[in-house]
T-cell receptor, first 111, second 113 residues
Framework: DGGITQSPKYLFRKEGQNVTLSCEQN?????MYWYRQDPGQGLRLIYY???????QKGDIAEGYSVSREKKESFPLTVTSAQKNPTAFYLC??????????FGPGTRLTVL | GNSVTQMEGPVTLSEEAFLTINCTYTATGYPSLFWYVQYPGEGLQLLLK?????DKGSNKGFEATYRKETTSFHLEKGSVQVSDSAVYFC????????????FGTGTRLLVSP
């Protein structure tokens, strides 16, 4: 079944911890994206990658890091430098067209 | 830069009522326009799209027409159902050959029986 998987669905982080959110796709899409969603603020772009081994900062990259070692995978690390990480995180991909396909999301909560 | 403005919610309707959610945009060039829907606790799903002026996107009874003269892409449905309760996002793609989307803030729709 083709699609995008994100794990875990829920994640809890203690102050000062780094955590990594997983995003995997089997759609053979080149471009992948990470968004953060906060209530009433829509989606904000954190990082994106157009091709393996290359990625670019989005609008709110501070406190986050990514890697793109494989076409199928685009993990996001939320570092301790991110002071307000509690949010819903969405991964997306695009193929040849201009529409984006979204994963089910990971809800991160700081304890 | 490019931007999208949506009407604030929540929009509260009774079942079978007519729905309009307004969306206007600012963009250079000729972007594609999208409506996405998000059900509680889930990711976004593409509802419909339009790629050029005067195109009408439609899906599941929802429609939106790309109006370049008014820079609008309003979402409409003739008769809403309880199952349409969700958050709706208007978005546009850049016209620079890369599919980076700009989203509106979302409009929550609540439909009561």
């Amino acid at each position: 079944d083709g699609g995008i998987t994100q794990s875990p669905k829920y994640l809890f982080r203690k102050e000062g911890q780094n955590v990594t959110l997983s995003c995997e796709q089997n759609l053979n899409h080149d471009a992948m994206y990470w968004y953060r969603q906060d209530p009433g603020q829509g989606l904000r772009l954190i990082y994106y990658s157009q091709i393996v081994n290359d990625f670019q900062k989005g609008d709110i990259a501070e406190g986050y890091s990514v890697s793109r070692e494989k076409k199928e995978s685009f993990p996001l690390t939320v570092t301790s430098a991110q002071k307000n990480p509690t949010a819903f995180y969405l991964c997306a991909t695009t193929g040849q067209g201009d529409e984006q396909f979204f994963g089910p999301g990971t809800r991160l909560t700081v304890l | 830069g490019n931007s999208v403005t949506q009407m604030e919610g929540p929009v509260t309707l009774s079942e079978e009522a007519f729905l309009t959610i307004n969306c206007t945009y600012t963009a250079t060039g000729y972007p594609s326009l999208f409506w996405y829907v998000q059900y509680p606790g889930e990711g976004l799903q593409l509802l419909l799209k339009a790629t050029k002026a005067d195109d009408k996107g439609s899906n599941k009874g929802f429609e939106a027409t790309y109006r370049k003269e008014t820079t609008s892409f309003h979402l409409e449905k003739g008769s809403v159902q309880v199952s349409d309760s969700a958050v709706y996002f208007c978005a546009l793609s850049g016209a620079n050959g890369f599919q980076k989307l700009v989203f509106g803030t979302g409009t929550r729709l609540l439909v009561s029986p």
